[in-house]
């Protein structure tokens, strides 16, 4: 057997070692040993690119991998639960930037309008993800403002650099001599890559990191075209397919279409005024007690602001006290709670929640009316009652977790001010809920220790 | 290789991917997500090729540094989603 035939099956293992990994995340019983194939897959993939025979110098390659592989390990041991979006959007856009790489250097084994094609979309997507990724990885962290940045004439510029890329696009295609125009693709890709994210707020952070990370995988698929390889195509569209049905979940959990998060912040929308009647009741830490201790079914809706206040580990601690105490406990997880999808599982997980009592919004919201306490913590917009009573609201028609159908509410929060979308909750007007002001990691304690 | 045969895996792979990834419950998306991400490091399979090659020097030094950011992506993201799996627990008893 010769030795391309060789490489070539370990692509067709690697992909199939892919596929089943995949699959093998559709439970929480198996994700961790699917992980694993998916890994042992990559390795087999790796050993085979290595074998090939054109390969005539090993140090480049090996210097990449120990430098990469390093860092990879540190950022991946070290990092906080918390900031798993920040960490996500950072490793999307290394993912992009290394396929745009691999576009470039493709170039000095390029020939045929097809490749050159496919050379362009590498490094167009690539660049892409990359500035894209690195202002969301910025937003998510903080280290620039999370708020959507917008100014007149938006559209009007972003259309003129798609303009740009096409028209320097076609013109490196038809002239591969022309290396300006493949430079002002390069430049122009990356500029776009940051236009794209900064009319983007925070709380619509789910939507881009999951269509980022739908890119990443579309940079290495074109990748692959460009190098002729079919394990980067497979491997490639495995990823854009996930990326787009997480983009979809996510602005199907938000009732807007992709185009309205891309295109519109919701900053516009937010000057809405609702009359809200009643008022706001707001409990002691002591009174909240007496609630719970005699209460049998509880459910607890966090939010970002639960991962803010780095509550889930005390929120735990609840958990078992009232578990104790004969108190049947859930989790009601709204999809775009947190500031990627699953965030909030992977925190309380992390805080040795069984996962069996984390419920999705569907799940949750038939029970509610069973529940005697429903505790937000952290959470507003997604539990939002003008979500389905006020028509005139911005958010209306989101799907959102009902806590009001709960016997009573309890609502943990800083102060009186609106969520991100600047929109009044009725839910803190209503009859049965009740406001436990102040830092959420300090309530619940003071929660815990009148149990204790 | 032929561009048609490409296209053919891609459609398969695409329609594939979709079918997959509609059956991962949302507990399990943040672990997805980073896996995912770890998969799409693939990318150093075609650095790998264009760091080796020994031709044209800038190309080396491009796939070397595609290389070094593909592994970042395959290592961290594969040990990270390993780490943040080793969280879920079923309930005891």
Not at chain 1, 38 to 61: N, R
Not at chain 1, 296 to 312: D, F, K
Not at chain 2, 20 to 45: D, E, Q, R
Request: hydrophobic letters at 50%; glycine letters at 12%; a negative charge.
């Amino acid at each position: 057997m010769d030795l391309g035939l060789i490489i070539q099956l370990g692509y067709v293992v690697a992909a199939g070692l892919f596929i089943f990994g995949l699959k093998m995340l559709g439970s929480p019983d198996t994700a961790r040993r699917g992980n694993g194939i998916s890994a042992i897959g990559m390795l087999v993939a790796i050993i085979a690119a290595l074998l090939d025979q054109g390969i005539v110098q090993y140090e480049y390659i090996l210097g990449g991998m120990v430098v990469g592989g390093l860092i990879g390990a540190v950022a991946a041991r070290t990092v906080a639960m918390t900031s798993m979006p920040e960490m996500v959007a950072l490793f999307n856009g290394v993912g992009g930037a290394a396929s745009g790489l691999v576009g470039v250097a493709a170039l000095s084994i390029a020939d045929g309008s097809f490749t050159y094609i496919t050379i362009i979309l590498s490094i167009l997507i690539g660049g892409v993800t990359f500035t894209g990724s690195l202002v969301a990885y910025g937003k998510l962290s903080e280290t620039i403002g999370s708020g959507a940045v917008t100014f007149g004439g938006q559209k009007f510029v972003n259309g003129l650099i798609v303009i740009g890329i096409l028209a320097s696009a076609v013109m490196f295609v038809m002239d591969p001599t022309n290396t300006n125009m493949l430079y002002t693709v390069v430049g122009l890709s990356l500029l776009f890559g940051i236009m794209v994210v900064i009319p983007i707020g925070g709380a619509d952070m789910p939507v881009v990191i999951s269509l980022l990370n739908s890119y990443s995988g579309l940079a290495a698929c074109a990748a692959g075209f460009a190098v002729d390889n079919n394990v980067l195509i497979v491997a490639g569209s495995l990823v854009g397919a996930s990326g787009i049905i997480l983009t979809q979940i996510m602005c199907k959990a938000m009732n807007r279409s992709l185009s309205n998060v891309l295109f519109s912040g919701f900053a516009s929308v937010s000057t809405t005024v609702t009359e809200v009647e009643g008022e706001i009741k707001p409990i002691s830490v002591e009174d909240a007690y007496y609630v719970l201790e005699a209460a049998t079914n509880v459910a607890i809706i966090p939010g970002y602001g639960m991962a803010v206040a780095q509550a889930q580990h005390v929120v735990k601690e609840l958990m078992e006290l009232l578990e104790a105490n004969g108190c049947e406990v859930n989790y009601g997880i709204h999809p775009v709670a947190g500031r990627m999808p699953g965030h909030m599982n992977v925190l309380l997980a992390e805080a040795d929640v069984p996962y069996d009592q984390l419920l999705e919004m569907d799940d949750i919201n038939p029970r509610m009316e069973s529940v005697d306490v429903a505790i937000v913590i952290g959470a507003n917009d997604v539990v939002n009652p003008a979500a389905r009573e006020v028509e005139s609201s911005p958010i209306y028609g989101m799907p959102v977790i009902n806590v009001a159908d709960a016997r009573t509410v309890f609502v943990l929060k800083r102060s009186m001010a609106s969520g991100f979308a600047g929109i009044e909750n009725p839910l803190f007007y209503k009859d049965n809920t009740r406001m436990l002001f102040g830092d959420a990691k300090e309530s619940i304690g003071g929660l815990v220790r009148e149990f204790s | 290789m032929d561009v048609s045969y490409l296209l053919f895996i891609l459609m398969l792979s695409v329609f594939l991917g979709f079918e997959l990834i509609n059956k991962v419950p949302a507990t399990l998306h943040t672990p997805l997500m980073s896996g995912a991400n770890a998969i799409s490091g693939i990318t150093v399979v075609g650095a790998i090729a264009l760091a080796g090659s020994g031709n044209a020097d800038m190309a080396q030094w491009l796939g070397a540094g595609a290389v070094a950011l593909a592994s970042i992506n395959v290592v961290g993201g594969y040990m990270v989603t390993d780490r943040m799996l080793g969280f879920f627990k079923k309930k005891e008893g």
